[in-house]
Nanobody, 115 residues
Framework: QVQLVESGGGLVQPGGSLRLSCAAS????????LRWYRQAPGKQREMVAG???????NYADSVKGRFTISRDNAKNTLYLQMNSLKPEDTAVYYC?????????WGQGTQVTVSS
């Protein structure tokens, strides 16, 4: 069983930056893929970024060029660097870890982009 805890959310002005962290209670190096998702009020949860065990990354079109996902296996931590933030990035951000048929989720961290 792996527990995930997100942190780093908060209130930021448009154009600002935040770095989200997702700390795992167990090893993340064995996970097939790690992803960040977000859910805005009244909308479905959407995938923001993913990174495979081999380091291959993918991003939603809406965040390409602005967000960067990374992982530190030694610290069992997943990161999401978010730059040039826009009001439409406002959402609760969740990290997820996936291994075969198992999935693990954090409780989410709120990101609010507003002036």
């Amino acid at each position: 069983q792996v527990q995930l805890v997100e942190s780093g959310g908060g209130l930021v002005q448009p154009g600002g930056s935040l770095r989200l962290s997702c700390a795992a209670s167990g090893s993340i190096s064995s996970m097939n893929v790690l992803r960040w998702y977000r859910q805005a009020p009244g909308k479905q949860r959407e995938m923001v970024a993913g990174i495979t065990r081999g380091g291959i990354t993918n991003y939603a079109d809406s965040v390409k060029g602005r967000f960067t996902i990374s992982r530190d296996n030694a610290k069992n931590t997943l990161y999401l660097q978010m730059n040039s933030l826009k009001p439409e990035d406002t959402a609760v951000y969740y990290c997820g870890a996936f291994l075969e048929l198992k999935s693990y989720w954090g409780q989410g961290t709120q990101v609010t982009v507003s002036s």
